[in-house]
């Protein structure tokens, strides 16, 4: 059996099997004839008259009861096996009939252990019964299954199993039961993951386009890859693979499967797997000005400095990955600011979860003693434990140092309004160093870049050929993109061009995924401005109030989402006005972050500001002129109903007595509860009216300006 | 790899495909504004008679249905309520004595009476339930046996699974007892015991992790650790990931980038890489991008339909996949109709229509169903496919 043509050893037999096939074929017959007489009459409804008409039916029956009745009495008739045996071949969906053939085999087999060859018997008619229920649907579930489940009582022949599934996979190269069946196999046996990759090998070349086959290389070699066996070594077995689905690529490039695959060889040529820090703040060998709540005193200086009610300052981290396990253990630092010594550290993310690409902790300070400088110094990753939620270890260990500067402290705190037109003198790039406020691309030095590069170059030579297609060009682009992450500056500022005209096109000639390209441009966009000091700098401002807070200036960009966060941890005032903007995900990571513009956006509701929540330096917030309340659509109706939904509550699940309107303006509530506004503009949306107004002024108790008006003083 | 260079038998069924579909496409563009009228319409009264006369009695070829009778009560009964109407006394009467028939005394509901009970045809039970309404149907479930029936099925020692490197998760769900172990398990499970309110840390613990094993490179979800993405698994992987609060954890960048590349040049969804466009696929892709886009974006954004072309598939479904016969969709124009696709087709459409609707009691806008309103459909609920407002009766009823 097992798909393998059996050879008759003699006529006698030959004829056996010959009138036995006759007789089955007659008994079958018979069976689906009587089956189809009686018609499906009323399939639900009338199932009591299906009792009497469908034979299937009353198999399943009967071998229902008989499953029921085998748990009672722990004995299996050999009818019922056989009735099984006949219902299967007809609807191998009938999973109840594989578990009344599971529990009898175990029944039986219990009791034959002593001997191997009725052992083996027994489970050989299991596959053969699989085997004619596959042909009947080789979708079906429960065939494969099963089939798993034999193969585990340890009844295995690896040439057999393959040998069936080539005949399957011949019959439908894509079936994905197939597919999974055949890695089962594989992985019980242990068969050769070479072998399995020749296998691939010759499905490609049978038909390039059956992306199964491509899928599973993928597979196979990252496995290999992973551990390294023999001569499966990066530098040499990923140039290889380009080359290989380079033929299928241009042998036609409308088909899918090689793009999808070099995609993948893309990202394993570029993304390392142990997590990285990307940047922090403060960098490493800069000087940090910190002030009490009234800001520096001399107000001449030029200095951009940090200034807290409560007398600490951010200490933020920014790991390429999510990772998980940042604490005082795996993160030491020597200061000489007191009373830091049992330092928490959180990750900044909306999820719930332990892990995330940012880190903050919060280092106190007094200014009693002013004009003293700090030194900090922190080491990171020297005890493990830091570890990326796919389990690989940070294990490159950083050391970096700075110093805190802590200023005089002025008496009586600044309640003026913030306007976004005037206090902003341009950037003076000789008085204040950039290079001090902001972490630069550092490549990453364990990884062999040469190798890399040289694919990838290779690699952008050739696509230049294709780039009139839509995935051409796309390609291109994630080629360029990737080109730039592994090179300096002067190649990236060449290739960050081209990706944004890449793209641009890309939104005129394929309008239907328009706002996915979209995304990516702006992506490449916010990359060229951050890229270096020179194009930051254009950017840069300082306003003019006491502490000469950094200001960053987006606007205008139509920008439509938020991107290379980690080279602006140091901006304090941001303008993102004037954008098409419709979240704020990803300023989080933002910790100094005071006063954000985000007027003349796209935003639709509160909850598209929830990151915000983090940001707990925020005072002054501009959201005026977006589309909030427009759309009273409330989206997370799909995800959950207004978690405040009960109006009997008084209390929020924080125990904070709510305010009478929360319940109409929750996604408001849940977002505005956790900020520390003083000034808050929400004029021209629709949700802005007296009532939203005394609602903001019961949830925000320290506002001070609400709409350019004064509502408290 | 010389031979390469000749066509593939899948790049050949690929323009039998475009063929069809796109000759539909011409002869529709050469009509008259009449004709164009009538070629759309989903004429209701015909899809209502096909899918009645399905509820009633269905040919012998559904026999290799046996096992999943519950899916075809679901896929009638939504189709039914999609197209805003809803069965009579009797009928559903019927149903709710027949689906109690297949309901197992100790939990879930089996694929027919005395069949032992599974998760899949549980979820198409109590879907089905859901969507006719009222207490009797509701309060047919037996929510206590149902919660022990879920955690009978989530298996903690993985059973055989676990000799195998590539399945090592110990809290897994299987589908029936010494069934079969993927996502489906896992979307079916949770779904149930979300509606009926008896989900519990203990049913969704270890959940998440296996889910983000399951999903590859490419940004989609296989049915299994090692599988290839597909449609239907993504969609059950991304519903279960929110259902349990933990979406976060999936790529949703990579997830979005793989859905919005399945919507092929027909304007129709494949459900896997270079696969044939499949009617069914407009429900679970569709679904997957507007899924992710609320998520992602915390507001249906205007600018989120231009990751598909909503539009796009939306004229697929009502020209090129009506049955010729007047009633029922199909999987692509070459297939005859079927209820499963019927019934995914109009959820497909329904969510096109609805996706960017202002709120959930402003109708869609005109531009955005195809044929005019007499075309409308009702809005589902995107994580259980259950009409809204069945949804919105179902949780009144359990949560309070």
Known sequence: MHGRPRKASNPEDEEASAAKAVKLRVLQSQFMSNHHDKMYNSLFFCYRNLMIGSVSFRLLIICCLLDVLGFWASSYTKEAIELSTKLLEINPEAYTAWNYRKLAVEDTLSRIESDPDLFKSVLDEELRVVESALKQNFKSYGAWHHRKWVLSKGHSSTGNELQLLDKFQRLDSRNFHAWNYRRFVVELTNRSKQDELQYTDDMISRDFSNYSAWHNRSVLLSSLLARNADGFVPNQKIPEEYRFVRDAIFTDEDDQSGWFYHLWLLDQTVNVETPLLTSSWPSHGSRVNLSGSGGLNDSSSKLPSFCSESGSFPLILYFDQDVGGVSSSTVTIDSELKGNEDLVWEPVSNKSSEVSCVWVTRLKYTSTEPQKEYKVKLRIGNSPGIVSSRGCNFSSPYEFVFTAHVHDNVEGSQEGIVSWTDGFSNWDAQSVDLKSLVTFDQLNAHMDLNWRQEAIAEEIDLFRLLSDSKIGKLTLARLLVAEAMISDDAIKGVNYKEILKLYNDLMALDSSHYQYYKDEHTVALLHTVTSSTESLSRHLFQYSDMNNSVCLRLNKLSLSRIASVEKLLFVQMLDLSHNELHSTEGLEAMQLLSYLNLSHNRIRSFSALDSLRHVKQLRVLDVSHNHIGKHSVDTTRYLCSSPLSNSEWTQDEAGRQMPSLATKYWDAYFVLRDLNLKQLDISGNVIAGDEFSSFVTQVVPKLVWLDGQKVRS | ?400
């Open chain 2, 1 to 400: 790899m010389e031979e390469l260079s000749r066509i593939t038998v899948s790049q050949r069924e690929q323009f039998l495909v475009e063929n069809d579909v796109f000759g539909i496409y011409s002869c529709f563009n050469a009509s008259d504004f009449a004709s164009q009228k009538f070629l759309v319409e989903i004429q209701r009264d015909k899809q209502l008679d096909y899918l009645m006369d399905g509820l009633r009695k269905l040919s012998p070829s559904f026999s290799s249905l046996d096992a999943n009778r519950p899916w075809i009560c679901y896929w009638i009964l939504h189709s039914i309520a999609l197209l805003g109407d809803s069965v009579d006394d009797e009928l559903e009467n019927n149903t709710i004595d027949f689906l109690g028939r297949c309901q197992d005394s100790d939990g879930g509901y089996g694929g027919g009476p005395g069949q032992l009970p599974h998760l899949a045809t549980t979820y198409a039970a109590v879907n089905a339930l859901v969507t006719l309404g009222g207490d009797k149907a509701l309060s047919s479930i037996n929510r206590e046996k149902m919660s022990c029936f879920l955690r009978r099925m989530k298996d903690t020692n993985g059973g055989f699974s676990i000799a195998l490197q590539i399945l090592t998760y110990s809290l897994i769900i299987r589908m029936h007892d010494m069934g079969e172990i993927d996502i489906r398990a896992c979307y079916t499970a949770i779904s149930v015991a979300s509606i009926l309110n008896i989900m519990d840390d203990e049913l969704t613990r270890g959940l998440g992790d296996y889910i983000l094993s399951c999903q590859t490179y490419e940004g989609g979800i296989g049915g299994e650790p090692g599988s290839e993405a597909h449609g239907g698994y993504t969609y059950c992987g991304l519903a279960t990931m929110i259902l349990i609060n933990e979406v976060d954890r999936l790529n949703l960048d990579s997830l979005m980038n793989w859905v919005v590349h399945r919507q092929g040049v027909e304007m129709g969804f494949q459900g896997r890489t270079n696969k044939l466009v499949d009617g069914c696929y407009t429900f679970w892709q569709i679904q997957g991008i507007v899924t992710e886009s609320i998520i992602h974006l915390p507001t249906l954004t205007g600018g989120c339909n231009q990751y598909l072309t909503a539009s796009g598939c939306r004229d697929m479904c009502s020209c090129a996949l009506r049955s010729v016969h007047g009633g029922g969709f199909r999987d692509k124009p070459s297939k005859s109709r079927d209820f499963y696709h019927t019934c995914y087709c109009l959820s497909g459409l329904s969510v096109a229509q609805h996706a960017w609707s202002k709120d959930e009691d402003t109708p869609p806008l005109t531009r955005d169903i195809l044929g005019g309103y007499a075309n409308h459909l009702e809005p589902v609920h995107l994580l259980h496919n259950v009409v809204m407002d069945q949804y919105n009766e179902a949780i009144e009823f359990f949560f309070h």
